[in-house]
Antibody, heavy 121, light 107 residues
């Protein structure tokens, strides 16, 4: 079955750029919406944005100025870059697949296990 | 952005209890709502989408209802494995927004 795996540095310095990659295995990366969701320690979930397999993107307005997402369909990977990070960006970062499950039902049906990123000098 | 307000924020219940969690949207979202379960250290898991459609493999004791601005997740008879945090998520428009979560604890 389809699996997602996040990878990237677990520690990033303030003002630098956080870079994460999500590898899709067991299925196609094409024709799906791929999202990043984060969760600060002890807090709730926050949607960061999505990238479609055509490279169309949509970012949360609260992060839009600092976020870039990209996709490499040949490698079955998509990536997140978050620039000028601060301690407030410390969180577990999840990648997830969103797809239409019914006529009026989109949902995140597959999630990666998550990767903890700490912003600290 | 649409705000999603869950209540209660936390809930203590016993095995076998019937539990209801509520999610209210700041504007109408038709039935574009999902419910997710998250256990400590784990990724969220989809339970319900389209407000009331049970995801494949999810036990039938879970059910969802609602449309417009008010939604509920009901667990008909709590099992030990149901103690977790539950989130609603609106996917009516962007940015997608989650509720703040409801932590379900053992009484």
């Amino acid at each position: 079955q389809v699996q997602l795996q996040e990878s990237g540095p677990g520690l990033v310095k303030p003002s630098e750029t956080l870079s994460l990659t999500c590898t899709v295995s067991g299925g196609s990366i094409s024709s799906y919406y791929w999202s990043w969701v984060r969760q600060p320690p002890g807090k709730g979930l926050e949607w960061i944005g999505y990238i479609y397999s055509s490279s169309n993107t949509n970012y949360s307005p609260s992060l839009k100025s600092r976020v870039t997402m990209s996709i490499d369909t040949s490698e079955s990977q998509f990536s997140l870059r978050l620039s000028f990070v601060t301690a407030a960006d410390t969180a577990v970062y999840y990648c997830a697949r969103r797809r239409r499950l019914a006529a009026s039902g989109d949902a995140f049906d597959i999630w990666g296990q998550g990767t903890m990123v700490t912003v600290s000098s | 952005a649409i705000q999603m307000t869950q209540s209660p924020s936390s809930l203590s219940a016993s095995v076998g209890d019937r539990v209801t969690i509520t999610c209210r949207a700041s504007q109408g979202i038709r039935n574009d709502l999902g419910w997710y379960q998250q256990k400590p250290g784990k990724a969220p898991k989809l339970l319900i989408y389209g407000a009331s459609i049970l995801q494949s493999g999810v036990p039938s004791r879970f059910s969802g209802s609602g449309s417009g601005t008010d939604f509920t997740l009901t667990i008909s008879s709590l099992q030990p494995e149901d103690f977790a945090t539950y989130y609603c998520l609106q996917d009516y428009n962007y940015p997608l927004t989650f509720g703040q979560g409801t932590k379900l604890e053992i009484k």
